[in-house]
């Protein structure tokens, strides 16, 4: 499978625990997107990478969370301090660089639920 | 910032029949992309089709075609010959032409149910 692929696909934790989700990218994309999806909403955007670079912070992205792309290749998501509004789903896409219209190829995403 | 808007939560139509799917969105840029994807139960969102805000032939992908009207600020989605595999959440979905600005703003989504 050459997909995007999200690890792990469902995590369960603690109220105040750290959870960290992985994304691995299609090998050739260079762009690395993470959006949240509550349930019946859209997804909303996290941030994005271009590389190792981390180009745009979305507002949602609070202190706790953080994300890294260390060498332009996979990517993790930590969210510190979970709380019970962290619940959702986490999507990781990934596009090749070269026009805003360039398709975007999304993960099937890593559900977390805070308890 | 831009809005997208899809007014029907819900939606069904018969195996083998047609159902348009609306999408309202409020920008002010001339120039970007709309997007219809597509999301399964418990699977990743894939791309139905999309549309350059700058071309004004409607896009078509075998049973799934738009009609595009940008005074108007809509995108809805016409799927023919509905089939059982149509069944999903579709999502419209906005992204500027700026180059860096990269993100998709979506809609709330449209569960579509296909009767067999």
């Known amino acids: 499978d050459t997909g995007v692929s999200q690890d792990p696909r469902h995590k369960i934790t603690k109220r105040g625990q750290n959870v960290t989700f992985r994304c691995d990218p299609i090998?050739?994309?260079?762009?690395l997107y993470w959006y949240r999806q509550t349930l019946g909403q859209g997804p909303e955007f996290l941030t994005y990478?271009?590389?190792?670079?981390?180009?745009?912070k979305s507002r949602l992205l609070s202190d706790r969370f953080s994300a890294e792309r260390p060498k332009g290749s996979f990517s993790t998501l930590e969210i510190q301090r979970t709380e019970q509004g962290d619940s959702a789903m986490y999507l990781c896409?990934?596009?090749?660089?070269?026009?805003?219209?360039?398709?975007?190829?999304f993960g099937e995403g890593s559900w977390l639920t805070v308890v | 910032a831009q809005t997208v808007t899809q007014s029907q939560p819900e939606m069904s139509v018969q195996e083998a029949e047609t159902v348009t799917l609306s999408c309202t969105y409020d920008?002010?840029?001339?120039?970007?992309?709309l997007f219809w994807y597509k999301q399964p139960p418990s699977r990743q969102m894939i791309l139905v089709i999309r549309?350059?805000?700058?071309?004004?032939q409607n896009a078509t992908e075998n049973r799934f075609s738009v009609n595009f009207q940008k005074a108007a600020k809509s995108f809805s989605l016409k799927i023919s010959d509905s089939q059982l595999g149509d069944a999903a959440m579709y999502f419209c979905?906005?992204?500027?032409?700026?180059?860096?600005?990269?993100?998709?703003?979506f809609g709330t989504g449209t569960r579509l149910t296909i009767i067999p």
């Open positions: 896409a990934s596009s090749t660089q070269g026009g805003s219209g360039n398709t975007i190829y």
């Open positions: 990478f271009q590389n190792e670079a981390q180009l745009e």
């Open positions: 090998s050739e994309h260079n762009r």
């Open positions: 979905a906005y992204r500027s032409a700026d180059f860096g600005n990269e993100k998709l703003t």
């Open positions: 920008t002010s840029e001339s120039d970007y992309y």
């Open positions: 549309q350059e805000a700058y071309k004004q």
